[in-house]
């Protein structure tokens, strides 16, 4: 099985996708910090999946008769101030979290994607145009801008996603101009092209699936700035609304009661904290072995 | 000879020229895009202007008259360039919230994150570059270790978080600096208004008292927000660092027999001073950013605080004229910082 996998002269093109991602696997597996970030994202895909089953209590069942209990064998992480038990929060809380940051990445991705290829594909007046946009998007502070877009649109959880993709799609663009730019002379493209290929057809066949794996690298590193950003929209109170457990909206309640009741406000940025790291150490590994030329020195 | 000379001269005047007017037109070019933005968003606010000055109970008449008195019924365009020009002539409308100008709060609370974001950088510079140049010049050592630690958690902790647990140890179960606030309330309204800047006017006025006490209530937020920077500027700085030292004229400067210590300072780092300054710049302006969460823990009453606010009580106007002013300060600074870099750099004309 290997040896096909690893074969040098694979005889389809199944066979040569198959061994491609076999080594990269390979290649992930023998970085520890990868392994580490891989395993706390599939905890936290886990913990979406089955937040039911993970959690002791109800994520809003409350319970005036424990509120602000400390951390006990019966509450892991104590209880909020109206009796809640965190920990079932925080478990509940990844699904939104994990809810952002995929649509963030579904709809940013593929529009900066699409027009950094345009840009590049095309050049000329067509690219001053679309990169004049995305330069002037991408000098301008993304937090600040995602919070004057909810301000227009409204707190809520679909208003923060439409916010945070907004702010994040000129870095795709940039990257998928460069990397077009590459290859837009290529001979293949020029076969294809005299084969009477549309433009659209090249632009979405031939030239978007090889700027895929720099974009993956980049939404991997970019989505520890995206939880912190939803994380910052639901403390401020225009993310995700209560009794929603999202994990900086808990913080925010808790701000109140930071000086006797430490664990309202400090388990749920733990949370954050960790998910974050996962997100960096996998999107490390994947640049190292995705594209090795680009990782800084260490 | 001479001629040489000064055609170099001249041409490096002619670079330098060329290098300002093409950062004065993509800095206004990009201000352009800043204003249409707001623009963008002060239209498509759900809440109709109209019925917030008329009421829902006017007659259709009224509420045509008041459409048209505030310039709804005109092309887009030309309420876009209405917009630019009031903006320019420093009219951003009034504050709902304050009953005042908002261009007049904002000068009232621009002053506070300023000075937080100023001390801020500061200690991310003083620390961060020697730490960066450190853990270059012994890879593998604690110095290393603690940078990339600190790096890693840069990116993933949440300011506010760390503003509430900083609060809760230093203030509360340590005492070590003063609470929120920027500054005890007994000595509020104390000091005269001269920068804004509660250190320097306390300076000023020769109030040593104040200023001991504002420093108290600065020091740890701008050390949260000093922190954030120290993490991005020590990692440039190391990186930047090891891409010198592995250069062949380094190796030849330690093979002469030059000092370790001026084959640092003066062969390695002299080069990447100009680098820095980007990198400088770039984290100052993520700083003036990060200062609306950091404000918000710390109940600062500074240009983040004014613009949460204002977001909670839906106050168009002043959420408009803070993004607009935070949005420009960082345009600037990072233009800034570019158009030195092209200066500087012989590389970079």
Known sequence: MT???????????????????????????????????????????????????IAPYSPIGQDLANRLMPPSADHWMGTDELGRDIFS?????????????????????????????????????????????????????????????????????????????????????????????????????????????????????HVLPLCASSTIIRVTLDMAGIILTAAGLGFLGLGAQPPLPEWGAMISRGRTFILDQWWVATMPGFAIILVSLGFCFLGDGLRDVLDPKQGDKS | ??????????????????????????????????????????????????????????????YDAAREAMGLDRPLIVQFLTYVGDVVTGNLGMSITTGRPVVEDLGRFFPATLEMATIGILIGVFLGVPMGVLAATHQGSWVDQVIRVLGLLGYSVPAFWLGLVGLAVFYAALGWVAGPGRIDIYYDGLLDPVTGLYLIDSLVAGEWDIFWNALDHLMLPASILGFFSLAYIARMTRSFMLDQLGHEYITTARVKGVPERRVIWRHAFYPIRIQLITVIGLSYAALLEGSVMIETV??????????????????????????????????????ISDVLYRMLDPRAR
């Open chain 1, 89 to 205: 929060r925080v478990v509940y809380g990844a699904r939104i979290t994990l809810l952002i940051v995929t649509m963030v990445a579904v709809i940013a991705a593929p529009i900066g994607l699409i027009i950094g290829a345009v840009s590049g594909y095309f050049g000329g007046w067509t690219d001053r145009i679309l990169m004049g946009v995305t330069d002037i998007f991408l000098s301008m502070p993304k937090l600040i801008l995602a919070l004057a877009f909810v301000a227009a649109l409204g707190p809520g959880i679909e208003n923060a996603i439409i916010a945070i993709a907004i702010t994040s799609w000129p870095a795709y663009a940039r990257i998928a101009r460069a990397e077009t730019i590459t290859f837009r002379e290529a001979e293949f493209i020029a076969a294809v092209r005299l084969q009477g290929a549309s433009s659209a057809r090249v632009i979405l066949r």
């Open chain 2, 298 to 335: 710390f109940s600062w009453p500074g240009i983040g605080n004014y613009l949460t606010n204002a977001l909670l009580n839906a106050d168009t106007n002043a959420v408009l004229g803070a993004t607009l002013v935070i949005g420009a300060v960082f345009i600037l600074i990072n233009k």
């Open chain 2, 1 to 62: 000879m001479t001629d040489a000379r000064e055609r170099q001269l001249a041409s490096q005047v002619l670079g330098h020229a060329a290098a300002l007017a093409r950062f004065a037109f993509v800095t206004a070019v990009t201000f352009l895009g800043l204003l249409a933005i707001t623009f963008f968003i002060g239209r498509v606010v759900p809440i109709d202007p109209v019925l917030a000055v008329v009421g829902d109970r006017a007659t259709k008449e009224v």
């Open chain 1, 3 to 53: 040896d096909w996998l690893l074969d040098d002269s694979p005889t389809s093109r199944l066979q040569a996708n198959l061994g491609r991602a076999f080594r990269i696997w390979t290649a992930l597996l023998r970085n520890p910090l990868a392994v580490v970030g891989g395993i706390i994202i599939l905890v936290l895909i886990a913990m979406a999946i089955f937040a039911p089953l």
